[in-house]
């Protein structure tokens, strides 16, 4: 059995229940996580903003995926001394760094979903059909 | 408001609430998901190895994993007809790509666990010592 990634000499690793990158991957890659940082990458939006965005997205989601974003140093929110107040939220430098890489994988997944799709049919069908 | 990704000619956007790309990114992205494509992007693996690789999984949750990352095309269930079945799994040549987007963003996350503790740490005292 290969072991490459569990022996690299980094101290933090995913692969391990206990690790606290396992927590911030989630944050990440969760279904609301990488969407708010998808969306947060083409600039800075209001709440409501975001929340249109992120179709499908109920408040209470957005706000704690929000709030685990900016504990992690990924997410800053500027909250605006006006009346009503206004609330913007903009990735941090380490968020975009972090929201390029989930694009990449994002704008893959997309790009491949032709054959994702033909893979499903053909998974269905050699079961059905048994 | 800027809609970049939004209005991109794509057929598939992971925005849209019922766009099937959404469901894919969620099976490449789940914490389950995302680590079994990073366990196997080291080699075929046995079910059981795959198990002790992807710390803290159940067997019901890894066997869910694996049959989703199947039927979407990522993963290759090859089972040989020996006495006791053995089952190997593997990537495919797509879950190979996948795999290796995951990982950079992986990688990055974990490289970068310090300054997110340290962020963690400046929120939670801000917040205690209000």
Known sequence: MTGTLEDRDLPYNVFAKACPSRGTLEHVTGRWGALTLGALSEGSLRFNELRRRVDGVSEKM????????????????????????????????????VAARLLTLIHFVEGRMDDVLASRERYDTARGGL
Chains 1, 2 share one sequence.
Not at 81 to 94: F, M, S
């Open 62 to 97: 957005l706000s704690q995926t929000l709030h685990a974003l900016e504990r992690d140093g990924l997410v800053h929110r500027e909250a605006q001394p006006t009346n009503p107040p206004r609330v913007d939220y903009e990735l941090t430098p380490l968020g975009r760094e």
